[in-house]
């Protein structure tokens, strides 16, 4: 069975393609883009397999 590891990081609007890139080269996939709390910012979640 796939166990799983999570990670919430905040998502800078300006490079926000940079940013998707450099998660996915190190194994992460994009779940979801959320507003952030002040409500300006996003936070992206993130999981992979955890090995």
């Known amino acids: 069975m ?3 590891e999570y990670l919430t990081a905040p ?3 300006h490079n926000t393609k940079a940013i998707l890139d450099n998660f996915g080269a190190d194994g992460w996939e994009l779940v979801q883009i959320v507003p952030g709390p002040d409500g300006t910012s996003l936070v992206a979640y993130f999981k992979r397999p955890r090995g």
Do not use: D
């Open 2 to 4: 796939t166990t799983w």
């Open 11 to 13: 998502l800078l609007i």
